[in-house]
């Protein structure tokens, strides 16, 4: 039990006084830089879906994407 309670003294104190936590206008800017980064991916899978076609949505859409106009030419 003696282990333990070092453990959580020392983490604590660890967590205090030597980690180097960010501002708040640093985690501001860090977050605005995340949400970007994650819409610029979002955005680029769904031209790369909408590109390329999405196979099971159907007789409903023409769209087949141009893979399904190429399997069209093929077949």
């Known amino acids: 039990m003696a282990s333990f309670k ?3 003294t020392e983490s604590y104190t660890e967590l205090v006084h030597k980690v180097s936590w960010p501002t708040w206008k640093d985690l501001q800017s860090s977050s605005i830089v995340v949400l970007v980064a994650a ?3 979002s955005l680029i899978i769904f031209l790369m879906d909408y ?3 999405v196979q099971n949505m159907g ?3 023409p769209w087949k994407g141009l ?3 190429i399997y069209k030419l093929i077949g």
Do not use: A, S
Request: net charge negative; glycine share 14%; no cysteine.
């Open 6 to 8: 070092t453990y959580l």
């Open 39 to 41: 819409l610029l991916v």
């Open 51 to 53: 590109v390329f076609g």
């Open 59 to 61: 007789d409903t859409n």
């Open 67 to 69: 893979l399904g106009f």
